[in-house]
């Protein structure tokens, strides 16, 4: 079953892969996460010099060991690597072993299971902004994966609103974000050029807006409001189901069964969505758990996972799923192929034991965003995070500071 890329497939894995976007590049590893100070509802920001750490984890489903080795890499607020020396943004050394590693445990899928903490006793990071770490195979020069998270330094304020009642629609299909920047603690000479905002719904890079001009200044704050970049489709909250047992369906599964080698589970088919549908969601979230919730990590079991989602067959384009298990990119593992004889949109993969959020997301042709309105529909109710980040380059600096950020949990009219 296990289908191993050729060093052709990671090139373009890794060309195809946005700079910010975690991501895996081979077929073996699986369940990329990145969490703040062992939160797994946590954004991928953490404070600088503080008591925080960042954890990255995946699986490896060849199960043998594999001696993996991590490069960090500093980044501007775009994302490329930045002009610093890794002298400059780290105390240590890159290319060192990740450590953490344990087999799993009574499964019929067998994994190993990885884990990286930073800081660590051979890295410490030294200043804000943006962090790509890299994953290779001990003497490969190519990456098999990729986790991306941001330090801040918190200099600014951030106040952000969200409303529906937008600049293009009332009520309707969309919401429009605003914010006001306050840096009266902090020197900017020309902070209307200088400071960098970028905005994110629901951590999605897709569809991230940045090179925002301010609608005008007050003393010692910046305002964007009523610009049309900051309106988002509202999409519906996301879909979400739980795969616990090996036996017993759990929520949302219409059935488990073992066909010799793995388990697989049958997500109930999902139908094209004309409502808005409310749910407590995680806004794409995922939380690997088993039903006895011990050791989950190295003892939870996976399943070739069946989604089916019933429509007609959209033109122009493809569809995808999409969630945070599938690192929110929009890449061929995760696009649908149709049955024509079923009218619906198929697709299959391996997932961990867990609950998961998820949703299907209609790329145009020639595009990479994805849009909602084809498959769940955009609705003014849904409730929505969005997270705003602050980069500041001072004159005479080399990198981008992330000197501020802020995230409102939008909630519709609950």
Request: charged share 25%; aromatic share 14%; net charge negative.
């Amino acid at each position: 079953m296990m289908k191993f890329f050729s060093i052709f497939a990671i090139l373009l894995a890794c060309v195809s892969a946005k700079a910010q976007e975690n991501g895996v590049f081979i077929d073996n590893l699986k369940s990329l996460r990145v969490e703040i100070d062992g939160l797994w509802d946590s954004d991928p920001v953490m404070n600088l010099g503080g008591a925080n750490w960042v954890e990255i984890s995946f699986d490896d489903l060849q199960h043998n060991y594999v001696r993996y080795t991590y490069k960090i890499t500093h980044c501007d607020a775009d994302w490329e690597p930045s002009d610093l020396l890794e002298s400059d943004y780290m105390d240590g050394f890159n290319g060192m072993r990740i450590e953490d590693y344990s087999p799993s445990t009574s499964t019929a899928m067998l994994y190993n299971h990885y884990s990286l903490r930073i800081p660590n006793d051979d890295v410490k990071l030294k200043v804000s902004g943006n962090y790509r770490v890299e994953f290779f195979e001990d003497g490969d020069d190519e990456p098999v994966a990729q986790a991306c998270f941001s330090i801040v330094e918190p200099k600014v304020g951030i106040d952000i609103s969200v409303s529906s009642n937008t600049d293009i629609d009332t009520y309707q299909s969309h919401q429009q974000v605003s914010f006001e920047v306050n840096y009266s603690t902090y020197t900017v000479h020309h902070p209307e050029s200088e400071l960098m905002p970028v905005v994110v719904q629901n951590r999605r890079w897709d569809n991230h807006v940045e090179n925002l001009q301010p609608t005008y200044l007050k003393t010692n704050t910046l305002i964007f409001n009523h610009n049309k970049s900051l309106i988002f489709p509202g999409g519906n909250e996301y879909r979400r189901f739980e795969v616990l047992d090996d036996h017993v369906p759990t929520m949302r599964i219409e059935a488990m069964r073992y066909e010799r080698p793995y388990y697989h589970a049958f997500v109930m088919e999902d139908a094209q969505r004309i409502n808005y549908i409310y749910d407590q969601d995680q806004n794409g979230r995922y939380y690997v758990r088993n039903a006895n919730d011990i050791d989950s990590a190295w003892e939870s079991e996976y399943y070739i996972t069946h989604f089916r989602l019933s429509m007609p067959q959209i033109p122009g384009g493809n569809l995808y799923l999409h969630g945070d298990f599938t690192n929110g990119r929009l890449a061929d593992e995760y696009k649908m192929e149709y049955n024509l004889l079923e009218h619906v949109y198929e697709i299959a993969m391996p997932l961990k034991q867990g609950s998961y959020n998820y949703q299907y997301l209609f790329v145009h042709d020639g595009d990479n965003v994805g849009q909602t309105a084809q498959s769940e529909g955009d609705f003014y109710q849904t409730e929505n995070e969005y997270g705003v980040y602050i980069y500041h380059r001072p004159f005479g600096e080399r990198y981008d500071h992330l000197v501020g950020y802020n995230k409102v949990k939008y909630l519709g009219n609950k």
